[in-house]
């Protein structure tokens, strides 16, 4: 557990159902990708595995709030204060982010939801 202590702030789920995003309410912000297992007779989750993990926060002043599967892709989008990130799960377990940029510059506004 990386951040359970602290809890879990925001989660979702892939479009496919089998990955879980969770963002930790920890100083980093940290994503975890966890990649499920179900019982194909009953659809439950019967178990998980690490898949990925980064810290989405590391500027001082910005904190992303919000962690969500993009509906059309594998892409995790996160938002936040001063925070939006696009990532990719590279192999290795790493997560790849690009910053976010509206209208051609990275002003570091918030946004409460991707």
Not at 86 to 110: H, K, P
């Amino acid at each position: 557990a990386l951040f359970l202590d602290t809890g879990v702030r925001s989660l979702s789920f892939a479009r496919d159902g089998r990955q879980l995003v969770t963002l930790g309410d920890d100083v980093g912000c940290t994503i975890v990708v966890h990649e499920c297992t179900s019982n194909s007779t009953e659809g439950r989750w019967t178990s998980s595995k690490f898949v990925a993990s980064t810290r989405a926060s590391d500027v001082t002043g910005e904190k992303a709030l919000n962690v969500l599967f993009s509906p059309f892709s594998n892409t995790i989008v996160s938002s936040g204060v001063k925070h939006m990130k696009f990532w990719e799960v590279q192999s290795g377990g790493e997560l790849m982010a690009r910053s976010g940029v509206f209208g051609g510059e990275n002003t570091g506004e918030t946004h409460v939801c991707a």
